[in-house]
């Protein structure tokens, strides 16, 4: 493997990767809610915050920019289901997207470089 990546399994490189994501998007000013929320829908990998706005994260990582990287990863299905669980989580926390700015945000992981996508999708 090479140097600066992940070692181990590939769940294990996800969440080295999320833990990454995580500490840039905490750097930008964003606060953490959530890490890892599941639900029988899906799962998102982070929930933030930023003021008022609840920021869900999904966090993609390639080892290289090959076939369309990171960002060509997040398909119209995968957008789908990530809203699906996304109201899901506002539900369990007594929230109405009517009411709580919501927002979806995509970290790119393309080798060692970050791409923050903010309001993706």
């Given amino acids: 493997m090479a ?5 181990g399994t590939s769940r294990a490189r996800g969440e080295q990767f999320e833990r990454r994501a995580e ?3 905490l750097e930008q000013g964003l606060s953490l809610v959530v890490r890892n929320y599941q639900c ?3 799962e998102i990998d982070l929930i933030m ?3 008022t706005t609840l920021v ?4 993609r990582y390639r080892k290289s920019a090959h076939f369309g990287g ?3 990863s997040v398909t119209a299905a995968k957008q ?3 809203r699906r669980t996304a109201l899901s989580y506002l539900q369990s926390q007594g929230l109405n997207e009517s009411r709580q700015s919501c927002r979806f945000d995509l ?5 060692n470089a970050i791409d923050w996508i903010p309001n993706a999708f």
């Fill in 3 to 7: 140097p600066g990546y992940p070692a």
């Fill in 23 to 25: 500490q840039y998007l």
């Fill in 40 to 42: 029988r829908l899906g």
């Fill in 49 to 51: 915050r930023a003021g």
């Fill in 56 to 59: 869900f994260v999904e966090v």
């Fill in 70 to 72: 990171a960002l060509a």
């Fill in 80 to 82: 789908q289901r990530l």
């Fill in 107 to 111: 970290v790119a992981c393309d080798g």
